[in-house]
Each structure stands twice: as structure tokens, then as C-alpha cells.
């Protein structure tokens, strides 16, 4: 009998602006090698946007629908007890059989077919899932499969786990080890500029051996996956029946990289692969895949341990209603300024993008660790969600309502964002001792034109602001300096230094110039902060280059830096933590207001 798969739509809700419109099960299917293949999606009701996507993968024999209906991992994603509560693809094999030896690179194969649905799961149609949360995981033949599709694209996935099969022939793993990885995490490279290959590329890897079924070793693998990881060091018995092997030596690109991040775990468990392995599947869900994730910025992403705001680092959580609209923010309070609650402590508003929320800023951007370096307070505020009236590699206007700053007033019947930013920043200053003279803003691309609204609108409030990777834009259907509360704003100088990526050129040019949305950027702060000429009378000079860093920066007679930018080589469209440490070390940490002035100290 055909199961009858049911699904629900429903509008925003202004009391429960971040519940899913879309809910339920949903059958598709993609063409891969001129066939149909299908799969379904559950969303289970109460997930967020911007969530984890688990792709599971059935044994020979099974279909989705098996999956679906006998498994236990929409149970597993209805009782997520955070806020995480993922979104699950159930992937079958064609006519019942996976090909666990298909050569590498087979066009229309089975690895192309895990492919094609990772390309509808980055869809935002009926559902978002964060870039940094892909997992794969299968059992028997489908967890070799998904091993062989981490291999594949290793820089999409954040984890592969496996229950009673794993081993991927030699002659895969060979072939994926030397090939130069073109997809690395945000953008393309097909001439191999960066001469990444795919085996340079860790991946966290949970390798469960059953001893009941015959041939369901993956030792190859396991040993593949501490190659990629550059694991050399003995594993320690992290459970009666896991051995875990983790990286000892620093991760590359650190800060952006937590060497703890890069672990490979073995088990044998007897019968572990029977009933979809359904008794294991919290300990693969909570104790391994969710433990990390792959964040966007460097070449192959940047692996990090996963923390939630509130269970791991203690932030304050606050769900109010502010102007009709239910709003969320986290304020994190590092130990040392709660050991001295008395004394007045710098403040940072930190946005995240569109889709995003401020628990994903938060574990992308890493401010807390900052804050927990230099002693300050940071809060991280939710946008509600919007649609976006136009269409680039990160929007478009068909997705589904997504958190969006309605800085633009395009929302009918929106937030009023000034009213909840000045409201937020009233009740911290009332739990905790402020230091209103450093009051400072930044955010990532939509929170990054977020960011610049509230520098102008605001400027009596931030002492200055950093955005990133979004600077003033005249297109995309976004002309702030045209908003009555801008045109209406107060004179006053602002300190700012904008961000962007050398692989977002969709978004934002690189190289400034007299005639692109990045060189009116820096003519209107130029502007804003009064300095003549506000054009630069040569854009080739003034540049100091520091690794992957090329910055620019244009000073007051005091030396001020009150209009800074900085492009970063090899970058897409994504932050990182080690640029929220230069904001505060380098920009934030040097600038004060008092009565409207910006003070500098060297």
C-alpha cells in the first residue's frame, strides 16, 4: 500500500514569527543520468531556518519510504531538544541496489544522485538549511555510498557516519585522495589556483563496524579519513566500544579552525546495523555529527566544534514582544565581566545574515571569544523572517520567508528595526554595568547593510562600526542613504571599517573604484566623516597587504582610521573569527563617544 505523505503551509505569524510555513513530508525527485530518482524530505514542525540537514541512506533492499517509516530519525529530529531540530533526507538506491563500486567520478551514478538531492537541500523554497550543516550518514551498503559521496565533495559535508558498512574500494579512495577539489566551500575553482586536493581536505568520520554482517570492516576508510585529517597520533578509548582519533598538531588557517574539529571514531558493535540501526542513532545525531560543523571562509571550509549559545557557552536568552512582533536575542557576559558586575564594560551588536539568526552569528563569527579575551558584553539579535525582492547566489524572491532586516521598510507590517534595536540596547544597559561612550556595531552581509543603517540612523548611539561582507549598496533594490531617518540623521562622524570577500564579486567588487558599489561605499563614509576630497585621488595607493589581508585606510589628522577597508584574498562570502578579533583589536578597542564625538586612543 502507498504511504500518503501529508505536508502543511501556513503564513508568518508576527506572534510566531519563526515557526516553519512548510512542515511535514515531501516527495521529490531529480534527473540524474537521464533518469527519475525520488526521496523525501521531512521537516518536522518547530525546526528553524537555517537548520542541520541529515542525509540518511538505507541498505540494499529499502526505500525511502522503509526509511521514513520504520527508522527512527524523524522521531530523532521531532525531540531535538535544541533549537536544532534538523530537517532529514531519506535517499534510496536505484531498483534496490547501491553501486559500493562504482568508479570514481561515474557521470549519472549513485554519487551523482546524493549529489543532485545535496542541490535541492540547499534550496530555500520550503526550507533553509544552514551552509556550515550537511551530514551523511548511512547504513550497510548506503554507508559505504555515503562515504564515497563525502570523498566526492568533501567540502560540502560537515561529518559522514556509518553503521556496518564503509569499506570504499582502493581504487576510490585513490582516485578521490589526488583529485584537485573545484568545489571548495562557497566557490569554485576549476583551474586549480589554489592547488587544493581533495584528501588535504578534513572530515570529521564515525566508522561503526558489525561484526554480524560479513564484509562490514571500513578500516581503509577510517584510515583514509585520518589521512585528510592529518591524524598521526594513537586513538584513546573514548567509550567501551569507540576509539577516537583527533588531531593533535594546529588545524590550518587557525584561528578559523579548531584542531579538535578533525576527528575520526571507530567502533565495533555486534548487531549495531540491524532495525536501520535505530538504538545508535542519538549517540551519531548528538555525540557526532552535530559536535561540528563546516563554516564558510576558507578554501575547503573551516572546521569547528559546535556550541550552543545558551547549553554550551551560558548566553542570556530573551524572546519578547517589541512593537507587535515576537523578537529574539542572546546577550553573552563573559566570566570576568561577571565577576565585576559594577564596572561599566564596552557593548558590541553583532547581526547576522539573511536566512541566518543570532545563534548562527554567534558560532560563525565567534564573538564571544573575543569578548571572553578583552572583557566585554555581546549581543547577537534575530531578524524576522522577509523575502528578498531580488535574485543573486544568496536571495530570491520565490524562497520561502526568511530572517531578513527590514531596514527597508519591504515588510508590510514589518518590525520596526530602530525601535528594537534602541529597545534592546535600553534593557542591556539596565541588567548590566554599560560603558555608553563604546558602543559599537557589525554584521555580515544583510546584517552588514544592517549594520551601516544603524551607524547612520544611530550615530549618536555606536562609537563605530565594522560591516561585512554587504557595504551600502545603490542595487539590489537596497538605498539606504535615501531612508527619511537617514536623510533626517543627525550630523556626526562614525569610524568605519567594511569587509569583503576576494570570491563574492556577484555581491561586491573587490577592488574599489570611482564607478562600483564598494568605492561609493567609501565616498559616502568618506563623506560622512568629512573628508575632502571624498573621492581618493588614486585608489592604487595606501594599500598594505599582510597575508591574505589587503587593507586600506584613510585617517583623520589625529591619525584616526575613520574610513577603513579591507578585501581578503580567497574568501567567499562568509566571515570568520579571526576578523572579529581584528575588528576588536585593531578598530573597536581604539574608539570611544562622548557627546558626540569620536575619541581616539592609540
Not at 563554516?295 to 573551516?302: A, E, K, R, T
Request: charged share 20%.
Amino acid at each position: 500500500m502507498k504511504t500518503t505523505y501529508q505536508h502543511y503551509v501556513r503564513t508568518v505569524d508576527p506572534s510566531k514569527p519563526f515557526q516553519p510555513l512548510f512542515y511535514g513530508t515531501f516527495e521529490n525527485t531529480v534527473e540524474v543520468g537521464g533518469r527519475t530518482r525520488r526521496f523525501l524530505i521531512y521537516i518536522p514542525e518547530g525546526v528553524r531556518s537555517s537548520t542541520a540537514g541529515v542525509f540518511v541512506l538505507p541498505e540494499n533492499g529499502k526505500t525511502a519510504d522503509d526509511l521514513w517509516k520504520d527508522s527512527l530519525w524523524r522521531v530523532m529530529a521531532d525531540t531535538e531538544e535544541t533549537k536544532e531540530k534538523f530537517i532529514v533526507f531519506f535517499l534510496e538506491p536505484e531498483n534496490g541496489h547501491w553501486n559500493t563500486q562504482e568508479p570514481y567520478g561515474t557521470p549519472g551514478g549513485d554519487v551523482a544522485y546524493i549529489q543532485a538531492v545535496y542541490q535541492v537541500g540547499c534550496q530555500r523554497f520550503k526550507f533553509c538549511i544552514h551552509e556550515s550543516k550537511f551530514y551523511l550518514t548511512g547504513c550497510r551498503e548506503g554507508g559505504t555510498l555515503a562515504h564515497m559521496a563525502a570523498m566526492y565533495q568533501p567540502a560540502l559535508w560537515a561529518g559522514v557516519a556509518s553503521v556496518g558498512g564503509a569499506e570504499v574500494s582502493s581504487a576510490y579512495r585513490k582516485a578521490a585522495f589526488e583529485d584537485y577539489c573545484t568545489n571548495l566551500d562557497g566557490f569554485e575553482d576549476p583551474s586549480h589556483r589554489f592547488g587544493i586536493k581533495k584528501g588535504q581536505i578534513g572530515m570529521p568520520a564515525w566508522i561503526i563496524d558489525d561484526p554480524d554482517v560479513p564484509a562490514s570492516g571500513g578500516s581503509g576508510t577510517a584510515d583514509y579519513w585520518r589521512r585528510c585529517c592529518s591524524i598521526t597520533e594513537a586513538g584513546r578509548q573514548t567509550a567501551p566500544d569507540t576509539v577516537t582519533f583527533v588531531r593533535s598538531k594546529p588545524a590550518p588557517y587557525e584561528p578559523n579552525q579548531e584542531k579538535e574539529a578533525f576527528r575520526v571514531c571507530v567502533s565495533s558493535i555486534p548487531g549495531s546495523s540491524a532495525n536501520y540501526a535505530n538504538h545508535l542513532l542519538r549517540r551519531i545525531w548528538k555525540e557526532f555529527l552535530y559536535k561540528q560543523r563546516r563554516w564558510m571562509s576558507g578554501p575547503g571550509g573551516d572546521l569547528r566544534v559546535t556550541k550552543d549559545p545558551v547549553a554550551d557557552l551560558g548566553m542570556e536568552y530573551h524572546y519578547e514582544e517589541i512593537g507587535g512582533w515576537m523578537r529574539e536575542w542572546y546577550v553573552y557576559v563573559p566570566a570576568q565581566v561577571k565577576a565585576d558586575p559594577a564596572k561599566p564594560v564596552p557593548l558590541v551588536f553583532a547581526m547576522h545574515g539573511y536566512t541566518c539568526s543570532g545563534e548562527i552569528y554567534a558560532g560563525n563569527s565567534e564573538w564571544y571569544k573575543v569578548a571572553d579575551q578583552y572583557g566585554f558584553i555581546v549581543v547577537h539579535p534575530t531578524a524576522t523572517p522577509g523575502v528578498m525582492q531580488v535574485t543573486t547566489n544568496a536571495s530570491d524572491p520565490d524562497n520561502v520567508p526568511l530572517p531578513a532586516w527590514n531596514f527597508m521598510h519591504s515588510a508590510p507590517n514589518g518590525p520596526d528595526e530602530m525601535l528594537f534595536f534602541r529597545t534592546i540596547l535600553e534593557k542591556v544597559c539596565a541588567s548590566h554595568s554599560i560603558d555608553r561612550s563604546r558602543v559599537y556595531a557589525t554584521g555580515h552581509s544583510h546584517g552588514s547593510v544592517m549594520t551601516q543603517t544603524l551607524a547612520m540612523v544611530m550615530s549618536d548611539v555606536f562609537a563605530a562600526a565594522a560591516p561585512c561582507s554587504g557595504i551600502l549598496f545603490s542595487d539590489f533594490g537596497v538605498a539606504i542613504c535615501e531612508l527619511p531617518e537617514v536623510t533626517a540623521r543627525k550630523e556626526g562622524e562614525i569610524p568605519i571599517w567594511m569587509f569583503g570577500g576576494e570570491q563574492e564579486p556577484w555581491l561586491l567588487p573587490a577592488i574599489p573604484s570611482n564607478d562600483n558599489d564598494t568605492g561609493n561605499s567609501i565616498r559616502i563614509w568618506r563623506s560622512i566623516n568629512h573628508m575632502e576630497p571624498t573621492l581618493p585621488e588614486n585608489w592604487d595607493s595606501g594599500w598594505t597587504v599582510c597575508g591574505r589581508w589587503n587593507d586600506l585606510a584613510y585617517c583623520r589628522e589625529d591619525g584616526a582610521p575613520m574610513v577603513r577597508y579591507s578585501w581578503v584574498e580567497y574568501m567567499p562570502h562568509a566571515t570568520m573569527t579571526e576578523m572579529s578579533f581584528r575588528i576588536w583589536e585593531e578598530f573597536f578597542s581604539h574608539f570611544s563617544k562622548k557627546d558626540g564625538k569620536v575619541l581616539y586612543h592609540p
